[in-house]
């Protein structure tokens, strides 16, 4: 008996390679989630200044607007486990996409700050069912020889998804005269820039209906032979299809569902283990790192940069992002979790502390001397290849893998949770640190990145090559 589920388990982990075309195009698809998740979350860098300018706002409430998605992000993010056992993957990301196309037309077409507002709080409400339903989704379909690769292909599609939405917003920006409130296509450049979102939201709604549902989810809800004949398309007529069928279901059924409770424990509340996850989350926010991707083109802006150059570095920035992110998923098996994250703590600090010094300069003539000028932006690019080489793929590899089994899943909630709260916190106080003292801002971005070394030194565990049951 023994040697019979040895041989289907080997079968179900090797992948044959007439099926792997057709799970590439299934992974790519779900992908698109991601692809949107970045595209929603960055666009809006290329709007801040003309609805600051529309409307007439402070930076205060600007930078309500342009944090209120992240609200939307938490909620989706907390409720898309539960819509997707109950309706399946398929139907989430239907609805998912739906969300996006409405915001996308709701933000490019606003009557006043608060319905725009309210757009982006349903886009952020998309975001975060992606950033569940589209990991979780290829993870379920993948052959297990190939899991690993096909799930990277989130994080790329998002890092890809920042780098489009600055090109397009670069292009539409050019086409408009360099104007931000200029006339494009009948409407004002911003509005254009939200609303080109309208078509890979449409994309993303059409590829879902190309792709299988989940057998995971088909076998959960009883569906065994349509959960059969998805297995078949995706590890082949060589797999033990009644094995491997046996295998989920036993996975399944041995699972828990974490409660909230079983994380409560120790002096401080929580256990010291979810501490350590929502460290981590923090952490990898309080660095500064959506002031880049939210905020670049202001920033550039407001030390003298003309505004096409502004979202040029912008689109830049992103590339660079994309470089680094491809550098972290080839070492991050290789060197392990926990030096890469130390080499791009050191990275971040030596970034953040000459964007600092930078801008602690006094503006000649609206801008920046030259010498200072160069060295923020070449610092920027800096911050941002070290922390998309590092934190920002290494923090969801460890919160993936350092929790035991039975609390996995609640304390990646309350780690994912504490991360959205950081990334607000971050986002919605930008603008008005900026205005008090935009060097002092980024040398408290400094502080966070530094005191990330002893942290990661002293409480994270490597994780590298270790069985999850060995988790604990």
């Known amino acids: 008996m023994a040697s019979t589920s040895q041989a289907s388990t080997s079968g179900a982990r090797t992948a044959h390679?007439?099926?792997?075309?057709?799970?590439?195009?299934?992974?790519a698809a779900a992908a698109m989630g991601g692809f949107l998740f970045g595209y929603d979350s960055s666009v809006i860098n290329g709007a801040v200044e003309a609805i600051r300018d529309r409307y007439d706002v402070g930076s205060a409430v600007l930078a309500q607007v342009i944090a209120i998605a992240l609200i939307g992000c938490a909620i989706g993010a907390a409720t898309a486990g539960r819509i997707a056992d109950r309706i399946g993957r398929i139907r989430c990301?239907?609805?998912?996409?739906?969300?996006?196309?409405?915001?996308?037309?709701?933000?490019?077409?606003?009557?006043?700050?608060?319905?725009?507002?309210?757009?982006?709080?349903?886009?952020?409400?998309?975001?975060?069912?992606?950033?569940?339903?589209?990991?979780?989704y290829i993870a379920e379909v993948s052959p297990p020889a190939y899991r690993g690769r096909l799930g990277s292909f989130q994080q790329a599609a998002i890092v890809i998804g920042i780098a489009v939405s600055q090109l397009v917003n670069w292009g539409l920006l050019n086409a408009a005269g360099g104007d931000q409130?200029?006339?494009?296509?009948?409407?004002?450049?911003?509005?254009?820039?939200?609303?080109?979102?309208?078509?890979?939201?449409?994309?993303?709604?059409?590829?879902?209906?190309?792709?299988?549902?989940?057998?995971?989810f088909l076998i959960s809800v009883g569906k065994l032979e349509k959960a059969k004949q998805i297995l078949e398309e995706v590890e082949g007529k060589e797999?033990?299809?009644?094995?491997?069928?046996?295998?989920?279901?036993?996975?399944?059924?041995?699972?828990?569902?974490?409660?909230?409770?079983?994380?409560?424990?120790?002096?401080?509340?929580?256990?010291?283990?979810?501490?350590?996850?929502?460290?981590?989350?923090?952490?990898?926010?309080?660095?500064?790192?959506?002031?880049?991707?939210?905020?670049?083109?202001?920033?550039?802006?407001?030390?003298?940069?003309?505004?096409?150059?502004?979202?040029?570095?912008?689109?830049?920035?992103?590339?660079?992002?994309?470089?680094?992110?491809?550098?972290?998923?080839?070492?991050?098996?290789?060197?392990?979790?926990?030096?890469?994250?130390?080499?791009?703590?050191?990275?971040?600090?030596?970034?953040?502390?000459?964007e600092a010094w930078a801008f602690s300069f006094d503006l000649v003539d609206g801008k920046l001397p030259a010498t200072q000028g160069w060295v923020a932006l070449i610092a920027a690019?800096?911050?941002?290849?070290?922390?998309?080489?590092?934190?920002?793929?290494?923090?969801?590899?460890?919160?993936?893998?350092?929790?035991?089994?039975?609390?996995?899943?609640?304390?990646?909630?309350?780690?994912?949770?504490a991360q959205w709260i950081a990334n607000w916190a971050i986002t919605a106080s930008f603008p008005s640190l900026a205005e008090w003292n935009l060097s002092g801002t980024y040398v408290i971005y400094t502080i966070f990145a530094a005191l990330s070394i002893p942290f990661v030194l002293k409480f994270v565990k490597e994780t590298k090559g270790k069985a999850l049951e060995e988790m604990g």
């Open 239 to 354: 797999v033990d299809l009644d094995a491997r069928l046996a295998e989920i279901e036993h996975a399944m059924h041995r699972e828990e569902k974490a409660s909230f409770k079983e994380l409560l424990g120790g002096s401080f509340f929580f256990k010291p283990i979810v501490w350590i996850g929502i460290g981590l989350s923090v952490f990898q926010q309080f660095v500064g790192i959506n002031v880049a991707f939210y905020y670049s083109s202001t920033l550039w802006q407001s030390v003298g940069v003309d505004p096409t150059q502004s979202f040029f570095y912008s689109f830049t920035t992103s590339i660079i992002n994309i470089v680094g992110t491809v550098i972290a998923m080839i070492f991050v098996d290789r060197v392990g979790r926990k030096p890469l994250a130390i080499v791009g703590s050191v990275g971040m600090v030596i970034g953040l502390a000459l």
């Open 93 to 136: 990301m239907q609805i998912a996409a739906i969300l996006f196309t409405v915001s996308a037309v709701g933000s490019a077409l606003p009557f006043a700050l608060w319905d725009l507002a309210m757009w982006r709080v349903i886009g952020g409400f998309a975001i975060g069912m992606a950033s569940v339903i589209g990991p979780a």
């Open 17 to 27: 390679p007439e099926h792997l075309g057709h799970v590439i195009f299934i992974a």
């Open 381 to 417: 690019h800096v911050f941002v290849l070290f922390f998309a080489l590092s934190w920002g793929v290494v923090v969801w590899v460890f919160l993936g893998e350092m929790f035991p089994n039975r609390l996995r899943a609640a304390a990646l909630g309350v780690a994912a949770a």
């Open 181 to 216: 409130r200029g006339e494009l296509m009948g409407l004002e450049a911003w509005q254009v820039m939200l609303g080109v979102m309208v078509i890979p939201a449409v994309l993303y709604g059409l590829l879902s209906f190309a792709i299988p549902e989940s057998p995971r």
